[in-house]
């Protein structure tokens, strides 16, 4: 409710954060293939992988106002003191509320653009260097699209009372 009647430049004083994992190998358990005869042995048709599972790098993102959700990580005691001492303003956000936070959809949009990338990512030290290209490549569009969205966001889980919504 607090945040019912904020406009889309309100939106825009919050930095969203949540942390996100990219594999240099995209893993979803077994998955299945068809080809054509010979065709399953052609190169262009193999996945990459790792023995003994994915590399991966954990990411976060911060900004003017900070919101994050309520995971016990990031209401430790250690960094409440943290926020309090670096004079950081955070965005009250509701214990095991829905999830409204459009960093996820960034890091997703991020994740796709690292994983197109070609020659195939090798290692973390490449993964870190194409997270950090696209990421200063990332389309302002994007991230004003996700800002934009905010209003209707809020509006829709007030009308579903805090229960599922489209977003």
């Excluded at 004083?13 to 990219?22: A, N």
């Excluded at 010979?38 to 106002?65: P, T």
């Excluded at 994983?115 to 991230?143: D, G, S, T, V």
Aim: with cysteine; charged share 25%; net charge positive.
């Amino acid at each position: 409710m607090e945040h019912a009647g904020w406009t889309v430049e309100d939106w825009k004083w919050v930095g969203f954060s949540d942390e996100s994992k990219f594999l240099l190998f995209k893993s979803a358990g077994r998955q299945y293939a068809w080809f054509h005869p010979g065709q399953a042995l052609d190169e262009r048709y193999v996945k990459k992988n790792i023995k003994h599972g994915a590399r991966n790098l954990m990411v976060g993102a911060a900004g003017l106002i900070f919101q994050q959700d309520n995971d016990p990580k990031h209401t430790s005691i250690v960094a409440k003191e943290w926020f309090r001492k670096k004079n950081i303003k955070q965005l009250p956000w509701p214990p095991s509320s829905p999830d409204m936070n459009i960093i996820e959809h960034v890091w997703d949009q991020l994740d796709a653009l690292v994983h197109a990338r070609k020659p195939l990512l090798m290692n973390k030290e490449q993964l870190w260097q194409a997270i950090q290209e696209e990421w200063a490549n990332f389309p302002c569009k994007a991230l004003d699209t996700l800002y934009e969205s905010m209003p209707h966001c809020v509006a829709a889980l007030l009308k579903a009372r805090s229960c599922h919504t489209k977003y």
